[in-house]
């Protein structure tokens, strides 16, 4: 393994070596792994990325419309809330969904990747 010196500002180094002794393997173990976990978020980011530039609005639509505009069958229905509302009414407008699902799910993500 390699050594490699980050300089933290006191206040981070305080919650890492808190966060650090409930784990095994100390402060470098915990380190190591929030790093593997944010570069495993980058690698998800840019694939949904990749996939959000192959997509189009024809194939979108042309999926879309094969999707009936029925009523759920019983026991399906949902109790409504804001989420469900935006999501209906994001559906009719058929509006593309997968970049505004990067742009706030990943909010602030793109830039550190």
């Known amino acids: 393994m390699n050594a490699f010196i980050v300089e933290l500002p006191a206040e981070l180094?305080?919650?890492v070596a808190r966060r650090a002794n409930q784990k095994p393997g100390g402060e470098s173990a915990w380190v190591a792994d929030a790093i593997r976990e944010k570069l495993e978020a980058c690698v998800q980011l840019e694939y949904l990325?990749?996939?959000?530039?192959r997509g189009s609005r024809e194939t979108y639509d042309r999926v879309l419309s094969k999707v009936p505009a029925v009523a759920p069958l019983p026991g399906d229905e949902r109790s409504p809330s804001r989420l469900t509302h935006i999501m209906a009414h994001l559906s009719r407008a058929?509006?593309?969904m997968v970049p505004l699902f990067l742009e706030v799910?990943?909010?602030?993500t793109s830039q550190s990747c």
């Open 13 to 15: 180094q305080a919650e």
């Open 49 to 53: 990325k990749a996939r959000a530039a």
């Open 94 to 96: 058929r509006t593309l």
């Open 105 to 108: 799910f990943f909010r602030g």
